[in-house]
């Protein structure tokens, strides 16, 4: 049987156990050249990334105490939960939120999540106003959502008030809400001409509901929306 591997934590708590000690080698890792191996007295103490390994100035001789060896360990969680959250914005955008909440799953809770949300914003590689105004013009033109259900779900990815409401208002015309649920209707036109009459309506009513449209309008339009499902 195969011997299970060790968590992060017990090879971490390995590590302490050769505390204090110094470093007397560092070598540079087969599989990833931007990592280091790090030896105290010759024996492997732990993995940093280049930015650790600068950050604190990590050289040989330099005598590694509980306390630094914590810093280490801490400047590695924030490197890759960098590094992590990085990849992530590579394949699309997110809402700081989005991104905060990845983070914590998978088990990066530091101070230091923040700092890295911060520096993102700073950089613009993260932009909530930008996200929510994409997000709405999206789901509005390929998902038909309408503005209550954008507004719902932009609320659960953390953007404010004010700024899901300025998206709205951008991309939600009364032209375009109309056009939208004539385009739903005639797409589900000839389930409706299956139901009964009598219960058309309603069926039709709620559905539009469900995709986020305002009563009012769904209201408004329901006589032409009716017409259409007559017209065989």
Request: contains cysteine.
């Amino acid at each position: 049987m195969k011997n299970k591997r060790k968590s992060k934590e017990e090879k971490l708590e390995e590590a302490r156990r050769l505390l204090p000690a110094t470093i007397s080698e560092i070598q540079v890792q087969k599989k990833n050249a931007t990592r280091f191996s790090l030896f105290a007295d010759n024996q492997f103490l732990i993995g940093v990334s280049e930015s650790t390994l600068t950050k604190l100035n990590l050289k040989k001789g330099v005598e590694i105490t509980p306390s630094l060896f914590d810093r280490i360990a801490e400047a590695e969680d924030h490197w890759a939960a960098r590094e992590y959250l990085f990849r992530i914005l590579s394949r699309r955008d997110h809402s700081r939120k989005e991104l905060k909440d990845k983070a914590w799953k998978k088990g990066y809770s530091g101070h230091y999540v923040e700092e890295i949300l911060d520096e993102f914003e700073a950089k613009e590689y993260i932009d909530d106003q930008k996200f929510a105004l994409t997000y709405t013009q999206e789901k509005f033109e390929f998902n038909n959502w309408g503005p209550y259900k954008v507004r719902n779900h932009l609320f659960k990815k953390g953007i404010s008030k004010s700024v899901a409401e300025n998206c709205i208002q951008q991309v939600f015309g009364d032209k375009a809400i109309k056009e939208s649920i004539v385009e739903l209707i005639k797409k589900k036109k000839k389930r409706y001409q299956r139901e009964p009459a009598e219960k058309r309506k309603k069926k039709m009513f709620d559905f539009l509901m469900r995709k986020g449209y305002p009563s009012e309008q769904i209201t408004e339009y329901m006589p032409l929306l009716l017409d259409i499902v007559d017209k065989r």
